[in-house]
């Protein structure tokens, strides 16, 4: 079974620019999770999906992030512009479902944003 | 609100040791209570999860997990430390009722030869 595939696995911007990160999450996984995690923190929720639709995004800075899943699949998540405290891991993840008894997620290997 | 604490940042344990890292949580309802464990430059891995049932849970490579309800905590465990154990644990919860998984801070475990 492939895994979370999560694209670039680094990059370095400089603030005030923008960056765009892309998941592909586990097939037939309903629910996508995009994840902060900052250097000796645990991973924060910045926006759960429930296919197509946002099931919470309540930590997400919407003046500068923004995310989209098209259809129920694939999702981008951006920053515009960036900000030199927007360092850190971004974390994609795929569950089969959000609520009920199965939904231990399946973690990506990240996107390790550096801003300069 | 929901929100779990790992008390240690650190738990250094011997090869053949038994390890536990420690995990509290709060919780408005019933809990789902998760262990995941990240290795240097790899994602998160799930480790294993309460839903409800028997207190002891077993996971993956030998850990396993106590519920406690009256104390609110869900320590991992493992009778016979390795050094390929040395990883970063993460303890996570989430409302049985709600969406909504929140992650602790995590816990280093470093196990020596």
């Known amino acids: 079974e492939a895994g979370v595939a999560q694209s670039p696995r680094y990059k370095i911007i400089e603030k005030r620019q923008s960056v765009a990160f892309w998941c592909n999450p586990i097939s037939g996984h309903a629910t996508l999770y995009w994840y902060q995690q900052i250097l000796g923190q645990g991973p924060k929720l910045l926006i759960q999906?429930?296919?197509?639709?946002?099931?919470?995004d309540s930590q997400l800075p919407k003046d500068r992030f923004s995310a989209e899943r098209l259809k129920g699949v694939d999702s981008t998540l951006k920053i515009q512009p960036a900000k030199l405290e927007d360092s850190a891991v971004y974390l994609c993840?795929?569950?089969?479902?959000?609520?009920?008894?199965?939904?231990?997620?399946?973690f990506g290997p990240g996107t390790r944003l550096t801003v300069l | 609100a929901q929100s779990v604490a790992q008390p240690e940042d650190q738990v250094n344990v011997a090869e053949g040791n038994p390890l536990t890292v420690k995990c509290t949580y709060s919780?408005?309802?019933?809990?789902?209570l998760f262990w995941y464990v990240q290795y240097p430059n790899r994602g998160l891995q799930f480790l294993l999860k309460y839903i409800t049932g028997d207190n002891l849970v077993k996971g993956s490579y030998g850990f396993e997990a106590e519920f406690n309800k009256s104390q609110t905590s869900f320590h991992l465990k493992k009778p016979s430390a390795l050094v390929s154990d040395s990883a970063l644990y993460f303890c996570a919860v989430r409302d049985a009722g709600g969406f909504k998984t929140i992650f602790g801070a995590g816990t280093r475990l470093f196990v020596k030869a």
């Open positions: 999906f429930q296919n197509n639709g946002v099931v919470d």
């Open positions: 993840a795929s569950s089969l479902l959000a609520g009920g008894d199965y939904n231990e997620q399946f």
């Open positions: 919780v408005s309802g019933n809990p789902y």
